[in-house]
Each structure stands twice: as structure tokens, then as C-alpha cells.
């Protein structure tokens, strides 16, 4: 099914080695927000939790704390569609793959939370990590998680890597190509394990004024964008 993009792939293969490395080379490499992970906005006990886990967004790479990062951005969205008081709490690590997350998370001491969102793809994209591989690993990271959060672990789906500017053509293409197929495999787990998983799409982020300097992570702009996006067009997160 997927034999065009490996021969596409494998024909452009030193084209693509060179952009790759040159696009390393020359996009600015982004530190991770700073300040404390986790808050809440608006006063009192939380009636609302969300943890966000992930890699560069849940790291809030693009903006300079967590604070303007996408849990909290996600928080205060909620928190002003419902009037409720919402807690969040970001673990993201830059430049990760699912499978080191999946370690990563195994060790670490979690918080409370009514709702995950996992927010993955783009490095196992750039890796090309298998796709049967990405889909077993997306299953144990949720049955690692259940005993502790029974809700559907809510999958963000793999930003559109076609839009990324810092991304020369045609490695761009091919990365966008490549992105969709991992994202389809999320759509896929979520319509096979309802109980399990959600899938939400991504919220295109066209608009430079968006994006941080590196033009590839979202900016304080980006991030709530997306979290308004989540949020404010009822694709169920607040439910």
C-alpha cells in the first residue's frame, strides 16, 4: 500500500540526506520552556485536570515557559469556556521518539488528571519509525497508562509537516507525506479502540506570525491557536 512513498523516497534518498542535514544545520535549535510544568487557571480545587505529554510541543519548545506552552494554553481555554477552575501539567522531552517516552513515563511520577493528551509524530516521522511499530507502541503507552487514567488517552494528531516553512522542497513533501501516514495510524486506533484512544486533528498552523523563529514549533501565537481549536469548535475535549 505504501510501496510509492519508499520508492519515492529511496530515488530522492540523497537529495533528501543533504536537506535534512542542511536543514539542522541552519534552523535555530529552540531551548524548552522554562518554569514550573504544571498550574491552574482560575481559583480553588481544579475540576478539571489535563496533562499533556509528548515531545517538543508538550516541552513548550517555541515559546519561553510552560506557562505559554499548549497545557497551559489548553487549560485557560478551557477555564473560560466553562467557568470552571482547570488544573494542567505538561512532561515533554524535545527531540524524542514514542518508544523513549514510552521509557521515559515508565520512571516518572505522573499527577493526577481527567484528561491526556499525547502530542507525538513528528520525530518518529523524521526517523522514520515503522508504522506497525508506532501502533504497538501507542497501545502500550495506553495500557501503561489506564490503571492510572481510565479515560481514552486523546491522541493530537501529527502536525501537517508539509506547512513547515524552515522544511526545503522536496523533503518537506515527503515529510508531510510521511506524517499523514502516522497520523492515520492514530485515526485507525481510535475508530478500532474507541474505549482506548481519540483522535483529534491538528490545527494547521499556516500563518507565520503563528510560528516561533525557528519556523517549525509554534509561537505564544501557535499555542493558542491550537488550544482554541481543541477547545472552542466541540470536538469533545472539555467531555
Known amino acids: 500500500m505504501h510501496l510509492p512513498f519508499w520508492l519515492i523516497t529511496a530515488a ?83 527531540g524524542v521518539r514514542l518508544q523513549a517516552l514510552n521509557g521515559a513515563l515508565a520512571k516518572a511520577q505522573l499527577p493526577p488528571a481527567d484528561i491526556v493528551l499525547l502530542s507525538m509524530g513528528v520525530n518518529d516521522a523524521t526517523g522514520f519509525t515503522a508504522r506497525n511499530r508506532f501502533r504497538q507502541q501507542l497501545i502500550a503507552l495506553r495500557q501503561m497508562l489506564a490503571a492510572r487514567y481510565p479515560t481514552p488517552l486523546v491522541l493530537l494528531g501529527v502536525p501537517p509537516m508539509h506547512l513547515f516553512t524552515a522544511l526545503p522542497s522536496p523533503l518537506r513533501q515527503i515529510m508531510g507525506w510521511r506524517a499523514r501516514q502516522l497520523d492515520n495510524v492514530y485515526a485507525r486506533l481510535a475508530r478500532e479502540r474507541p474505549g482506548d484512544f481519540i483522535h483529534l486533528c491538528y490545527p494547521p498552523v499556516t500563518d507565520p506570525d503563528l510560528l516561533a523563529s525557528d519556523g517549525y514549533h509554534p509561537g505564544f501565537k501557535g499555542y493558542r491557536h491550537i488550544a482554541e481549536a481543541l477547545v472552542g469548535d466541540g470536538t469533545g475535549l472539555l467531555h
Open 12 to 94: 530522492l534518498a540523497p537529495v533528501l540526506l543533504y536537506q535534512g542535514k542542511r536543514a539542522r544545520r541552519m534552523t535555530p535549535r529552540l531551548p524548552e520552556g522554562s518554569g514550573r510544568p504544571g498550574g491552574q487557571h482560575g481559583d480553588g480545587t481544579p475540576v478539571r485536570r489535563i496533562l499533556v505529554l509528548g515531545e517538543s510541543t508538550a516541552a513548550s519548545v517555541g515559546v519561553s515557559s510552560h506557562e505559554q506552552g499548549l497545557a497551559s494554553q489548553l487549560a485557560r481555554q478551557m477555564h473560560q469556556y466553562s467557568a470552571t477552575t482547570t488544573a494542567w501539567q505538561t512532561f515533554g522531552i524535545n
